[in-house]
C-alpha cells in the first residue's frame, strides 16, 4: 500500500525569472522540462542545506511563504511560484501594470497632477506619491485618457493599490 | 569595556534584533516616529528608567540634534557625542559652508543663503552656471537634493525640496551648488578629545551612490596619493578644529576630475560606513567615543601621526529595496545566515523571523571584507555577498555583486556616476537545483510558522521513505 503512495509523482509548473518549467519530482529523479536530473537531499536538522545534483553539491537554502518558494542557490536568491498562480509576464516597470498605475509601495499622495477626463502623453507624471520620506513620479506608461482617478492629496495608499486608469 | 548597555525600541519594534543583545531594554510606547525615537523626553524616561549614566545616539534618529545633546546634558546624563554648538554649526549646510571658507578650507562653489526665494535662487543658478544641485541646508541623506539642468526646471525642483525639506527636517532653506562634473565623494574620518587633540583617521571613498545615497565604501580611496591624503587630511582637521569639535566626526570631500577637493558637510557623528576604518586600523571607534566621553586623551600614537592603515577594506550596504528601481521593500525574513570566514564582518539588524517594515531607513545589515590589498578584498566581498542568505525580503546584493565585480569597479577609477554607467542587470538564468528546491519546498509539509499548505501526509513526508518503496 505505502509502494503505491509513494510512486506518486509530485508535478509542478513553476515560474521564476520569467522562467517557466515543469517540474515532476520522483525518488532522487527531477524531471524539468522532461530533462532528467538525479539529486540527493541533504539536511541538516530537517533542514534543506545542499542538493546533489548530478554528482555535485550545490549548497542551498529554502523557505515558502504560502504559494511562493525562496531559494538561495549559486549565490542568487530566487523567488519561484507556481505559475498557474500567476501568468508569466515580463517585469513591469514601476508603477505600471495592465489596468491601470498601481503604487509601487505604500505611500502618501502628495501631489494629483492630472484630473480625470485628462489626455495625458506617455511619461508625463500623473502622481507623486511619497513614501519612506521621499517621492516617487507616477508616470503614465502610455498616451491616453484617464479614466479613473479617485485619490486626492494626502490619501494613503497600499502597495499595489490602483492609483489611476489610463486607456 | 564592560559597561552595561540599555536599549530603547518602540513597542512595534519589541522583536527587534537590538532589544535582544542589549542587557535591558525599555519600551518608548507606541505611535509614530515622532512619538517614540524622535521624542526627547521618552528617550530621557527611557534612560532614567534603565540606569542609564550616558546616551550613546547612534547614527539615526536625534543622532544630530543639538537639542538632544543639551537636553541630554540638563538631565545630568553624558552626551556621546560632539559639544551641542558643534552639531548646531555643522549641522546647518549654509553655516557650515561659511565657517569653512572662513577657516580656508575650500568648499564647493555655490549660493550663501543670505536669501533662499525662487528669483535669487534663479540669479544664483545662473552664475554658477548649470546644472545645479538644490539642497536643503538642514537636509541630508540624500534628502531633498535634486539635480537641475536648465533654468525652467528650476522653480519646479525648488517646490518639490522646500517641500520635502519641510517634512524630513522641519527647515526648508535651499541653496545651491554648482554640480562638479564627475566628482568623487571621499571623506575623512575625525575623532578630537576634550584636551584638544584634534586628528584624523584616514580616508573613506563613498563614490559608489544610488540616489545620493552611499551602497558600497572602501578605504584606502584608490583615487588619493599620499600628498593629496595629506592636504585632505590637513584641511579635514582644520575643519574640527575650526567648530571645537570632539569625538568621532565625518569631513566629506568633493574630489573633481582635476583632483581638486571642496569641503561638502560634516557628519557629526559616527558613520554607516565606520567598520572600514576600524577594520584597517584595528580600532573600535565606539570604544573611543566612550572613552573621550568619560575625560581620556587620544593615543599619543594618534597625536603625533603614527597610525597606519593595514590592507583593504570594503563595506557593501544591504538593503530590503529592489535592485532594479531602488524602491524600498518590506516583508518578513524567512531565512537569515551570515557569511563569515578571515575578514569578513556583518553588522547586521536583522534576524530569522525578523519584520521589516517600510517605517524605516530599509538597511539590514552591512558586510564588511578585509584583506591585505585591494584586489584580495574585492574577491572576498563578491564571495561574503554570495555566502549571504536572505529569503522572504527582497534586497540589492544583486546590484551590490554587480558593481564589485564591473570592471570599472574593479580599475578604481570610477565616481559618483559608477552605478548609472553600469552595464543593466540581468536577471541569473534559473539552475535546476533551484528549480528543484523550490519544488521540494512546494510540496513539503508547511514549516510551524506558516500554515499548513500540503494536507496529505504521505506529501509530507517527504524525508522518510517506506521499506522497499520506489528501489
Known amino acids: 500500500m505505502a509502494a503505491g503512495r509513494c510512486a506518486r509523482l509530485t508535478s509542478l509548473r513553476l515560474e521564476s525569472n520569467g522562467e517557466e518549467r515543469e517540474v515532476t519530482l520522483a525518488n532522487g529523479t527531477a524531471s524539468i522540462d522532461g530533462k532528467k536530473v538525479s539529486f540527493t537531499e541533504i539536511r541538516r536538522d530537517d533542514m534543506l542545506v545542499a542538493l546533489e545534483v548530478e554528482g555535485s553539491i550545490v549548497p542551498v537554502r529554502s523557505a515558502r511563504r504560502g504559494d511562493r518558494a525562496f531559494v538561495w542557490c549559486a549565490g542568487h536568491v530566487f523567488e519561484v511560484r507556481r505559475a498557474a498562480d500567476r501568468p508569466a509576464r515580463a517585469r513591469p516597470a514601476a508603477g505600471e501594470s495592465h489596468a491601470g498605475l498601481l503604487a509601487p509601495m505604500p505611500g502618501r499622495i502628495r501631489k494629483a497632477l492630472v484630473r480625470r477626463g485628462e489626455a495625458v502623453a506617455r511619461g508625463q507624471v500623473v502622481l507623486v506619491l511619497e513614501a519612506m520620506k521621499m517621492e516617487h513620479a507616477i508616470r503614465a506608461p502610455r498616451d491616453g485618457v484617464v479614466t479613473k482617478l479617485e485619490l486626492r492629496e494626502g490619501d494613503l495608499v497600499e502597495a499595489g493599490a490602483v492609483l489611476a486608469e489610463i486607456t | ?471
Not at chain 2, 536669501?115 to 536643503?136: I, M, N, Q, S
Not at chain 2, 532594479?324 to 570566514?341: C, H, I, N, T, Y
Open chain 2, 1 to 471: 569595556m564592560r559597561i552595561g548597555t540599555v536599549a530603547v525600541f518602540a513597542d512595534a519594534d519589541a522583536g527587534a534584533v537590538h532589544v535582544d543583545r542589549a542587557d535591558h531594554a525599555v519600551s518608548l510606547g507606541g505611535g509614530s516616529v515622532a512619538e517614540t525615537y524622535l521624542s526627547i523626553p521618552k528617550i530621557l524616561d527611557a534612560a532614567r528608567t534603565g540606569g542609564a549614566d550616558a546616551i550613546h545616539p547612534g547614527y539615526g534618529f536625534l543622532a544630530e540634534s543639538a537639542e538632544f545633546a543639551r537636553a541630554v546634558e540638563r538631565a545630568g546624563l553624558v552626551w556621546i557625542g560632539p559639544p551641542p554648538e558643534a552639531i548646531e554649526e555643522m549641522g546647518d549646510k549654509l553655516s557650515a559652508r561659511a565657517r569653512m571658507r572662513k577657516a580656508g578650507v575650500p568648499v564647493v562653489p555655490g549660493t550663501d543663503g543670505s536669501a533662499a526665494d525662487d528669483a535669487t535662487l534663479a540669479r544664483g543658478a545662473e552664475e554658477l552656471g548649470y546644472p545645479v544641485l538644490v539642497k536643503a541646508s538642514a537636509g541630508g541623506g540624500g534628502k531633498g537634493m535634486s539635480r537641475v539642468d536648465r533654468a525652467a526646471d528650476l522653480s519646479g525642483a525648488l517646490d518639490e525640496a522646500r517641500r520635502i525639506a519641510a517634512s524630513a527636517f522641519g527647515d526648508d532653506t535651499l541653496y545651491l551648488e554648482k554640480l562638479l562634473a564627475g566628482p568623487r565623494h571621499v571623506e575623512f574620518q575625525i575623532f578630537a578629545d576634550l584636551h584638544g587633540n584634534t586628528v584624523h583617521l584616514f580616508e573613506r571613498e563613498c563614490s559608489v551612490q544610488r540616489r545620493h545615497q552611499k551602497i558600497v565604501e572602501e578605504t584606502p580611496s584608490p583615487a588619493l596619493d599620499s600628498p593629496l591624503r595629506s592636504a585632505m587630511g590637513a584641511a579635514a582637521v582644520e575643519a574640527a578644529h575650526a567648530v571645537g569639535y570632539v569625538g568621532a566626526g565625518t569631513i566629506e570631500f568633493l574630489l573633481d576630475s582635476e583632483r581638486r577637493f571642496y569641503f561638502l558637510e560634516a557628519n557629526t557623528r559616527l558613520q554607516v560606513e565606520h567598520p572600514i576604518t576600524e577594520e584597517t586600523l584595528g580600532l573600535d571607534l565606539v570604544a573611543w567615543q566612550i572613552e573621550v566621553a568619560q575625560g581620556a586623551q587620544l593615543p599619543a600614537a594618534w597625536t603625533r601621526g603614527e597610525l597606519a592603515p593595514r590592507g583593504h577594506a570594503i563595506e557593501m550596504r544591504l538593503y530590503a529595496e529592489d535592485p532594479f528601481d531602488f524602491l524600498p521593500r518590506a516583508g518578513s525574513v524567512l531565512e537569515w545566515v551570515e557569511p563569515a570566514g578571515p575578514g569578513v564582518r556583518v553588522d547586521s539588524g536583522v534576524d530569522r523571523g525578523s519584520t521589516v517594515s517600510l517605517e524605516y531607513d530599509p538597511l539590514l545589515a552591512k558586510v564588511v571584507a578585509h584583506a591585505e590589498d585591494r584586489r584580495r578584498a574585492i574577491e572576498r566581498a563578491l564571495r561574503a555577498i554570495d555566502e549571504l542568505v536572505v529569503l522572504g525580503v527582497e534586497t540589492n546584493r544583486p546590484l551590490l555583486a554587480h558593481v564589485l565585480s564591473s570592471a570599472e569597479f574593479e580599475s578604481g577609477d570610477y565616481d559618483t556616476g559608477l552605478v548609472s554607467r553600469l552595464p543593466p542587470l540581468a536577471p541569473p538564468p534559473v539552475p535546476p537545483a533551484a528549480w528543484i528546491a523550490a519544488a521540494l519546498s512546494l510540496t513539503r509539509r508547511a514549516p510551524s510558522n506558516a500554515p499548513p499548505a500540503a494536507a496529505d501526509p504521505w506529501e509530507a513526508a517527504k524525508g522518510w521513505r517506506p521499506a522497499g518503496a520506489l528501489d
